[in-house]
């Protein structure tokens, strides 16, 4: 084995970290018979090798070494190197095998069309490996045949057969979902593999006429005669057969499945409680899996878990549940009612999937959810740790979409203080996720159990961020805030104990605490000394003309940071705005911000555009630079210009017609576009005024899917930020009053 290895310069090559000088032991690594060296060694591949799905010209190197140990019986856990070869021969390169040779991704892109062909080109490899004895291997077998082996129509067949013998229900599973991919890389097979996932799911063989015609004729379906239409006894597969082909079907046409699919569902999932491995195929009797020796791997994660499962019911129906919910897209009622139903089980496992799936579906699209909202609330409950800390950090995101929930959060959080805060081995106090999520649905009964945790030595490094929706309620807390702040000592460790603080009494608007925050701003050691002050302007700017007192210090402030080389232009800026804010003074800081316009750093020019935006007419002398960065070359920039520009000559004939287009082309930006439509002008929204801005407005509320969602990312501010969004499109239009 690992002939010619040693005749590799493999120093000469490198992997996400380096040279590859250490490759050739992950490689010896994986044949070896300790089961920690190959999971090791299988680990430094992705980790290095492979790194994040890379390919580098190690990677190309290594290809020819895999093909020989997976074609190697001998070698253990095999299974985890046939799910590595996949991975590292499926890339989709999506156009990038056209890129330009000159152009930066072109190394990456070929290297990426090798690995794939050099796998392709040995698929064969992976033929004999679907009737393995190694249930590893037959688990990973289908997905490699399916997204790697060049005739289609075989591995289809193989599948077929294989499903008519295979005994073990996860590696059934993985034929079907096999199938499903080969549906999705071959159109012209996707309307007989998806005949065969109606029968296996049970349907209607009507269900197939929802489908469109198949591209290729020589695979087209007949569709029944109506006076064949008589629905046949579907063949008696079991539940967790029916779901992954359910599943399948929902990637593959949706539009094949059935009205009542919730209901369908909700009733594979009791059987499948009632005998989670399946007895009742009609291919005979099946057996339980074979003991596994290794870990589960990573792209057979219908595996099992491991001890952090034990007691679940069937464990890889949320993976099962999670491909149904994909393919099931944008309907959202249906989704909702699954949910809910998967919320209302008896196993713990189902429902702290469901709280998982909840979280992706509420991200991605708008809808009615306050049942099921109410339902994950009620999860906090249960005896369950894991599941009451998924619920509380899903309910965390909500924010004030979690008030059906606020009693089972103020019953959670009340019932023991240990869920206040967080403690870590190392790093600051943090919030609990419930009394994080209490706060943010602006619940004022979750002040007292806020006002407690100022008492601690040390306020939690994220209190603040908990106080934006507390209204007049958290008003309350200034006193205790005022005793913080003038106890602190202004010595080294001010930014880190400072920062919660000010930041709570900024989301709070607390004016009384003016003289302590002047201070701490007059008091600042030299240690963080800008990143202490930038805390404080942001309060002062909050407090506005009730921070009068402030004027001289800030002018003060100003004049030093425009005469200091060290300091930023955006420092600039902000000490300008928290001057403007307070003093309402445009001739005192207009100067610096029209010289902050023409600085080299985008962020600064962005900081003096958002402060010059803030002023609105005041501002107009400085409407010629801001003309200038409707040019620039970062899109951000332009658009903080376009909507400065906007605000101070109260003219959207230069501004409008951009932020339309970046409205298309740029969804984060859509918030701060927005807020500027729903401003009032002559009794009136600004939209009013702006050419097709009401038709704007008015198609995204028509639209399901969240502005900000993103396949594969998420910010735990997404929710918030969209329902912002949707907010003002609707002041915009006069359809609810305008917000303080």
Known sequence: MFGGIDEVDWAALEHAYGPADDVPDLLHGLASDDPDEREAALDGMYGAVHHQGDVYDSTLACIPFLLELVSDPAVQDRGGIVELLTSIGGIDLDGDDELDPNDAEFEYAANYAMASSAVTASADAFLTLIDSSDRGVRLTAPLALATLHSEPELVLGLLRERLKIEQDPEVRFACVEAAGRVALRHAWLASEVVEWLIELAGLPEWARDALPPPDDARHALAPPAASDRVPAPPRAYDAGLRLSALAQLARCAPQALPADVVAGVSGMLRELRADPVGSTATDGPLSPPAPRAAPPTRVGQLAERGGSDAGRHAPWTGDLLR??????????????????????????????????????????????????????????????????????????????????????????????????????????????????????????????????LLELPETPQDFGQALDHLGEAGAALTPALRERLAGLQLDHRLFDLAGPVLSSVTALRATETLPEVLRVLRGAPEYRREWVIELVLRALTAFGPAARESIPDLRVLLVRAVGSPAMSGAFEAKAAGALWAVEGDASVVLPTLRAVLTARDSGARRSAASVLGAMGRAAEEAATELGVLLRAPDPWTRVDAALALWRVTDDPERAWPMLRGVWESMPFARVPIAERLAEPIGGAPVAAGALGAQEVLRSELSRIRRHNAIDGGYGSHDIVRDEKLLALCRQALNRERPTT
């Open 323 to 452: 491909t149904l919910h994909s393919g099931l897209g944008d309907r959202v009622a249906d989704r909702t009612a699954l949910l809910a139903d998967q919320l209302c089980s008896p196993d713990w496992g189902q429902r702290i999937d469901a709280v998982r799936m909840s979280c992706g579906l509420l991200r991605t699209w708008r809808g009615e959810y306050d049942e099921l909202v109410a339902l994950i609330g009620e999860q906090l409950a249960d005896q369950e740790p894991r599941l009451a800390n998924a619920a509380a950090i899903a309910l965390g995101e909500l924010f004030s979409l979690a008030a059906p929930a606020s009693d089972a959060l103020a019953e959670f959080v009340t019932a023991d203080p240990r869920r206040w805060v967080q403690e870590w081995a190392t790093g600051p106090r943090m919030l609990g996720h419930a009394l994080t999520a209490w706060a943010r649905t602006g619940d004022p009964r979750a002040v007292p159990v806020l006002a407690r």
